[in-house]
T-cell receptor, first 117, second 114 residues
């Protein structure tokens, strides 16, 4: 079974440009999360989708970041325009509901390393 | 806000020795504490977790302990091997809830020297 996959694995863009990151969760997983690790610090939560709905987007840093999950399958995270402080590793994770209150563990993708120059 | 602290940030041990990583959390409502291992070029992978109704859990060479009163939890790796070298993240969250945002610690880079 394929795990969580992210594209691209690396991206180098200039300040002011736009970048779109993609995440394909494990098939059938309704929960999809985006996280970011900046400069060796902690992995910070960005947002959580349940199917196509944004359940929690409290971690999104500002309105330059836009996440979508049309159809409830793959998700994209767009940064427009990119700033230097957006550099870091962006992780996607997915999990599935197994009961009314239970979930599988969150499985992480390998991450996209974004460098803004 | 909610945060998780983790120490040390880097740790080097000789193969066969034990490694201990310690974390503290601030959100008293946290009840689920996963530990993730991230190897080079890969995403974080869950290696063990503990829930708030348990004080200790062991899985082969790794064990976790939890002190809810002090809001401390620790990861213990015994008989370390070179393949244990990785970045380890502790984390805390509230489960089950309507969402399960996970708060991560800053990570510990563990090097096991052959």
């Amino acid at each position: 079974e394929a795990g969580v996959t992210q594209f691209p694995s690396h991206s180098v863009i200039e300040k002011g440009q736009t970048v779109t990151l993609r995440c394909d969760p494990i098939s059938g997983h309704d929960n999809l999360y985006w996280y970011r690790r900046v400069m060796g610090k902690e992995i910070k939560f960005l947002l959580h989708f349940v199917k196509e709905s944004k359940q929690d987007e409290s971690g999104m840093p500002n309105n330059r970041f836009l996440a979508e999950r049309t159809g409830g399958t793959y998700s994209t995270l767009k940064v427009q325009p990119a700033e230097l402080e957006d550099s870091g590793v962006y992780f996607c994770a997915s999990s599935q509901f197994v009961s009314a209150t239970g979930r599988t563990e969150a499985f992480f993708g390998q991450g996209t390393r974004l460098t803004v120059v | 806000g909610e945060n998780v602290e983790q120490h040390p940030s880097t740790l080097s041990v000789q193969e066969g020795d034990s490694a201990v990583i310690k974390c503290t959390y601030s959100d008293s409502a946290s009840n689920y504490f996963p530990w993730y291992k991230q190897e080079l070029g890969k995403g974080p992978q869950l290696i063990i977790d503990i829930r708030s109704n348990v004080g200790e859990k062991k899985d082969q060479r790794i064990a976790v302990t939890l002190n809810k009163t002090a809001k401390h939890f620790s990861l213990h790796i015994t008989e370390t091997q070179p393949e244990d070298s990785a970045v380890y993240f502790c984390a805390a969250s509230r489960r089950p809830t309507s969402y399960d945002k996970v708060i991560f610690g800053p990570g510990t880079s563990l090097s096991v020297i052959p």
